[in-house]
């Protein structure tokens, strides 16, 4: 739980990815601390200095769930970085409840809403994967503590859907690497609810604005030693703009077995299905004018081209994904033992079809993974005095490449084999030094391949063009020399964290980190589409000349990116108030940057030399009065090249420098609920890594309320973005910008949502 989120929850993580955690059913014998009952900020001194005596209890259902829950949320606590913790509780009532809305209290964890829907917005920690369009990298995402990241570490953003979490885990910076993540940023693990946590049936429907629909429902059992639960939830908008339609379908499911007192298994599965219109990026004059409107493309004026930016009235860009997940996890306890084993796989078909300079890229292939973690807890500690932990993930892909023809799938230019495997191993202490503090020694290692096999056989790839003039018009079409874009590259690293923390009692830690990280790049850093233009396919870059020799493709010999990170912080809490702060410092090298040119189409992907990254993380949460509360977000970013040649030490294009997300809430009785949130970028953020253009700071406020007419049924209304803010939620980033581009994406003008919930 994030910094004021006052109140424990009553929910067992069955999934939990926080080291030594287990997969419970309720009857279960749990070691549970001493006054399992009270909150963390309750216990006492013994806590504190990681001691906590086994209680075994034959647990009732709540109580179980309590106990499992605090014993899940006492460890993140003692974690020497920065981790949160966000349960169903914590997440807003909404009829659409967003990556960016449910994370939204979280500090360090960046989310830039790209077209309203679910689709791809820019989720970034700490500067990573910052500069993709889309982002496709960066932090490892999890569900249930198994990847639904590919094999090379890319991922689809929209296939994280918070309406279907019980909880969703934070774990910044070095944090996620006992989790298996090769990144910079971190993970974010979103656990499912189960038959024992949450017995019975609910059914939610909601509608609003911009032709919004959603309805979502669970049902789940528990009988004797089984468990199980089935949930889906199924949305549809128009949109806020012209050209923003999306939709997403998911199901999932999962079932639980204790075999005995000490061994559990869980099998899950899923599947989703995402797809959207990509309205694209306007012009900042555009964008004041008229916010709903999609960019026609540059217009010629006078011989001289303005405005560049893509003609999305033209080529209709649109993602259609779906992914298919099953696995299970298998978790052992022998007294101080503790063995958790798991294994999944998913299988991905993507098609995402860019304007016309990238084309459309259609991916379909499937990802393996294997987890085993080992962890020795004495003495029924908080944190495991030894953990260790070994992910080896595997993964085959089949991709095509077809030019974008007026929105339709016109001739294949490129094909390929990807193969992709990430080994990550991971081994740390947690050793007692003295009563109050412990030094938490991590070394971790990493092993990557990426693997192409170019299997497209023509001698030449096919281009298109239209005229620049008349972009309806099109000129004939041209071809150029087919080169190979095959490679076999791989990549390893190790990456030591050295941590000291001070736990004083149960209220307070302190602590202080050094560490190391390391992130291969993807398939999609090292294969793009090069040489098109708002009116021209991959390998054209002047569209009137059809034969002009001109790679379609590139395939850059990128680095992995490495960083040194220092970091502190203090999080502890009080009857009243709440608080967590981290402040952190990273030294990176060989950054993974993915440049787009002027008019916004792709350069490829290229290692900055050196960049810093520098950033503050604070939550705060305080209970004003009996009914009345607070909660605060503060992100503070400073992410700079170091004396590039050609940037200076300008700004890293696309993180804002401040971020808060502020929310009041007022209980005006026992059964009706009163939120107003604030989202506030108050400085410009820049567009360009050459910071020549920039988008304004903004104050978006939304309004919520929630009334439970009985224990069955709920109603729920909201007004988002109350004053009809007209800004841009994200940028398009490019590496040097020009005053007319098209490049800022506005967010959702006011809207008003209502919906009702039931729970049998």
Not at 162 to 179: D, H, S
Not at 536 to 556: D, E, K, N, Q, Y
Not at 624 to 645: G, I, K, M, N
């Amino acid at each position: 739980m994030g910094a004021g989120q006052v109140g424990l929850a009553q929910t067992c993580l069955a999934q939990s990815a926080s080291p030594g955690a287990t997969v419970a059913l309720d009857p279960v014998t749990v070691e549970a601390p001493r006054r399992a009952a009270a909150p963390p900020a309750a216990r006492g001194r013994t806590a504190g200095s990681r001691r906590v005596a086994p209680v075994p209890m034959r647990a009732s259902p709540v109580a179980a769930d309590a106990a499992a829950e605090a014993i899940v949320r006492a460890r993140f606590n003692a974690l020497a970085g920065g981790v949160a913790l966000v349960t169903r509780q914590d997440f807003p009532t909404t009829a659409n409840l967003t990556v960016s809305k449910a994370l939204s209290g979280v500090p360090g964890v960046v989310v830039q809403d790209f077209f309203g829907g679910n689709d791809q917005p820019r989720i970034q920690i700490r500067g990573s994967g910052l500069q993709q369009n889309p982002v496709e990298r960066g932090i490892l995402v999890l569900q249930n503590g198994l990847p639904i990241n590919r094999a090379d570490g890319s991922y689809i953003v929209g296939f994280a859907n918070p309406q279907l979490a019980e909880a969703i885990e934070v774990y910044r910076g070095y944090m996620a690497n006992r989790l298996g993540a090769t990144v910079l940023g971190g993970a974010l693990n979103f656990v499912s609810p189960t038959g024992s946590t949450q017995p019975g049936t609910q059914i939610a429907v909601s509608g609003g604005s911009f032709g919004q629909i959603r309805i979502a429902g669970q049902t789940g059992f528990k009988k004797d030693n089984v468990d199980g639960l089935i949930q889906f939830d199924a949305s549809h908008r128009d949109g806020f703009r012209t050209y923003n339609g999306s939709e997403r379908v998911s199901i999932s499911g999962n079932v639980g077995v204790r075999h005995s007192e000490n061994v559990s298994t869980r099998f899950f599965a899923g599947y989703t299905d995402i797809g959207f219109d990509v309205p694209g990026p306007l012009t900042k004059s555009a964008m004041y004018a008229d916010p709903r409107q999609v960019h026609g493309g540059p217009s010629v004026v006078g011989g001289v081209a303005i405005n560049p930016g893509p003609n999305v009235l033209r080529d209709k860009p649109r993602r259609d994904a779906s992914q298919f997940l099953v696995g299970s996890r298998t978790t052992a306890t022998f007294d101080a033992h503790l063995i958790d084993a798991a294994i999944g796989y998913t299988h991905t078909d993507d098609t995402f079809r860019f304007p016309i300079s990238s084309g459309i890229r259609a991916t379909q292939g499937g990802d393996l993974t294997g987890l085993l973690r080992y962890a020795y807890n004495p003495g029924a500690a908080v944190l495991p005095l030894f953990e260790t932990t070994a992910q080896f993930t595997s993964g085959s892909a089949s991709r095509q490449n077809y030019i974008n023809q007026a929105g339709q799938t016109g001739a294949k230019f490129g094909e390929s084999e990807l193969d992709a495997t990430t080994l990550a191993l991971y081994s740390g202490f947690n050793i007692p030094i003295a009563p109050a503090f412990t030094l938490s020694p991590a070394i971790s290692y990493a092993h990557a391949t990426r693997d192409n096999d170019d299997t497209y056989r023509l001698p030449t790839r096919p281009t298109i063009a239209y005229n620049p003039a008349n972009p309806t018009m099109l000129l004939p079409n041209g071809a150029v020399p087919t080169q190979s874009t095959s490679y076999s590259r791989s990549y390893e690293g190790w990456s030591p964290s050295l941590a000291l923390s001070y736990r004083p009692d149960n209220i307070n830690t302190v602590f202080a980190a050094l560490s190391r990280s390391f992130e291969p790049p993807t398939h999609d850093d090292l294969l793009a589409t090069v040489n098109g233009t708002p009116n021209s396919s991959p390998g054209r870059p002047a569209p009137g000349s059809p034969l002009l020799a001109a790679a379609a493709f590139t395939t850059p010999d990128l680095k992995a990116q490495t960083a040194t990170t220092v970091e502190a912080g203090w999080r502890g809490r009080t009857d009243r108030f709440s608080w967590d702060a981290v402040t952190y410092y990273s030294w990176v090298d060989n950054e993974l940057l993915s440049l787009r040119d002027s008019t916004g189409a792709p350069l490829g992907a290229i290692n900055a030399d050196r960049t810093t990254h520098f950033g503050i993380e604070l939550g705060f949460g305080a209970r004003l009065a009996e009914r009345l509360s607070v909660r605060l977000a503060y992100t503070y970013q400073d992410f700079r090249f170091d004396d590039d040649p050609l940037r200076g030490n300008n700004r890293l294009a696309g993180a804002p420098r401040h971020l808060v997300n502020a929310l009041l809430q007022f209980q005006a009785t026992e059964d009706w609920r009163l939120q107003g949130a604030v989202r506030w970028s108050p400085e410009r953020t820049p567009v360009d890594n050459m910071n020549t253009l920039y988008a304004d700071p903004y104050v978006v406020v939304d309004l919520r309320t929630e009334y439970k007419i009985d224990k069955t049924f709920s109603v729920f209304g909201e007004i988002t973005n109350l004053f009809n803010e007209t800004y841009a939620s994200s940028t398009l980033i490019v590496d040097q910008a020009r005053p007319d581009q098209a490049a800022f994406l506005p967010g959702d003008g006011r809207g008003f949502y209502a919906g009702v919930k039931a729970r049998f």
